[in-house]
T-cell receptor
Framework: NAGVTQTPKFRILKIGQSMTLQCTQD?????MYWYRQDPGMGLKLIYYSVGAGITDKGEVPNGYNVSRSTTEDFPLRLELAAPSQTSVYFC?????????FGSGTRLTVV | TQLLEQSPQFLSIQEGENLTVYCNSSSVFSSLQWYRQEPGEGPVLLVTVVTGGEVKKLKRLTFQFGDARKDSSLHITAAQTGDTGLYLCGLSNDYKLSFGAGTTVTVRA
């Protein structure tokens, strides 16, 4: 049982480039989330989804897009990378008692 | 907007000592979750508390939910080096989880 899997683990982007952070879960959870974590700032919610075909904005959605075509996958897209998007990104899914997180993607924009 | 404040921000203790970290909200919340995060990994759920006054124990960890449901604490007895990590409290509302900034705990051998 893999839980929540994120790829890639590390990535360096140049300003203005685009990329997709992948997230997949094998627990058949309806609710999925994307967070970013900056030093000393805790985790901030970017986007979330309550099921396939349904997504909504979190606290810090600007500069990001998501889609949810299947229950398993919830990719996060950065269209025009900016230095302010340098962060560690975590995907999570929700079960009855809490949340399961992936191991994160460390993104640096230079 | 509910704010979650955690204190202290940093805590460094010797192995075998006890420690307590705190989580306070600006308003009442229905449930609260505690997570531990190790470097290079995602947060891992420790416990969920839902009832005012509730106390839950997980081996050497004791979690308390305040009677007024605006605060919570995590107490670790006889800390071990394996307890080192970032401790996060999270407030679940409307299918979303909001986090405090966390307490970084370092247990020295």
């Amino acid at each position: 049982n893999a839980g929540v899997t994120q790829t890639p683990k590390f990535r360096i982007l140049k300003i203005g480039q685009s990329m997709t952070l992948q997230c997949t879960q094998d627990m058949n959870h309806n609710y999925m989330y994307w967070y970013r974590q900056d030093p000393g700032m805790g985790l901030k919610l970017i986007y979330y989804s309550v099921g396939a075909g349904i997504t909504d904005k979190g606290e810090v959605p600007n500069g990001y897009n998501v889609s949810r075509s299947t229950t398993e996958d919830f990719p996060l897209r950065l269209e025009l990378a900016a230095p302010s998007q340098t962060s560690v990104y975590f995907c999570a899914s929700r079960h009855d008692y809490g949340y399961t997180f992936g191991s994160g993607t460390r993104l640096t924009v230079v | 907007t509910q704010l979650l404040e955690q204190s202290p921000q940093f805590l460094s203790i010797q192995e075998g000592e006890n420690l307590t970290v705190y989580c306070n909200s600006s308003s009442v919340f229905s449930s609260l979750q505690w997570y531990r995060q190790e470097p290079g990994e995602g947060p891992v759920l420790l416990v969920t508390v839902v009832t005012g006054g509730e106390v839950k124990k997980l081996k050497r960890l004791t979690f308390q939910f305040g009677d007024a449901r605006k605060d919570s604490s995590l107490h670790i007895t006889a800390a071990q080096t394996g307890d080192t990590g970032l401790y996060l409290c999270g407030l679940s509302n409307d299918y979303k989880l909001s986090f405090g900034a966390g307490t970084t705990v370092t247990v020295r051998a």
